[in-house]
């Protein structure tokens, strides 16, 4: 079935290392990618999207490419900031359903 | 522009008790709408799902019941709440009947069991 794997955390940087959250996923049909993030005590947001194979989606400095070989959909950031702490979800919806599948989420903190 | 509204925002309630969980949906028509569970430490779990009035699939066998007596409007219920319902409560949209749709989701509702 469709599904989606990412990386477990906690993940903990200091302010202006690099990130990379690995995702790969798993779907039967022409999947869309899409990365939440969820800051604390709050719901999720859109981070970023991709539709296609290598589109890239980018948003407040994090990008993702869409790898179709490899089925992965990995978020990167080249310098972290403390207000990037937060929980990020990588998900992905397929064209045959209304359904979205969403990774267990991975844990970020940055410190200063 | 479209607006989610989830209320309460927190919640505690005894073992036992009934719930009752609201979610509205603003500035779009025939949404699809869905609830999602986030236990503490973990992942999100779909609950239910509804692609009309009237219409709920279900994810996950539990206590929890949903409705959906209008378009734009999300019910999640209990008629006496376990300790396990305890958790974070997210209720979500996308556009209906198109592919690589974004869900988009309300603030969430913290539930705690006692």
């Known amino acids: 079935g469709d599904s989606v794997t990412q990386m477990e955390g906690p993940v903990t940087l200091s302010e202006e290392a690099f990130l990379t959250i690995n995702c790969t996923y798993t779907?039967?049909?022409?999947?869309?990618l899409f990365w939440y993030v969820q800051y604390p005590g709050e719901g999720l947001q859109l981070l970023l999207k991709?539709?296609?194979?290598?589109d890239k989606g980018s948003n407040k400095g994090f990008e993702a490419t869409y790898r179709k070989e490899t089925t992965s959909f990995h978020l990167e950031k080249g310098s972290v900031q403390v207000s990037d702490s937060a929980v990020y979800f990588c998900?992905?919806?397929?064209?045959?359903?209304?359904?979205?599948?969403f990774g267990t989420g991975t844990s970020l903190t940055v410190i200063p | 522009s479209q607006t989610i509204h989830q209320w309460p925002a927190t919640l505690v309630q005894p073992v036992g008790s009934p719930l009752s969980l609201e979610c509205t949906v603003e500035?779009?028509?025939?949404?699809?709408l869905y609830w999602y569970r986030q236990a503490a430490g973990r992942g999100l779990q779909l609950l239910f799902y509804?692609?009309?009035?009237?219409?709920i699939s279900s994810e996950v066998p539990q206590n929890l019941s949903a409705s959906r007596p209008q378009d734009r409007q999300f019910i999640l219920s209990s008629k006496k709440l376990l300790l396990s319902d305890s958790g974070f409560y997210l209720c979500?949209?996308?556009?209906?009947?198109?592919?690589?749709?974004?869900?988009?989701f309300g603030p969430g509702t913290r539930l705690l069991v006692l």
């Open positions: 979500a949209w996308s556009p209906r009947a198109g592919q690589w749709e974004t869900q988009y």
């Open positions: 779907a039967t049909g022409y999947p869309s």
């Open positions: 991709a539709t296609k194979a290598d």
């Open positions: 998900a992905l919806s397929v064209n045959t359903g209304n359904q979205f599948y």
């Open positions: 500035g779009t028509s025939n949404p699809n």
């Open positions: 509804s692609v009309g009035i009237g219409q």
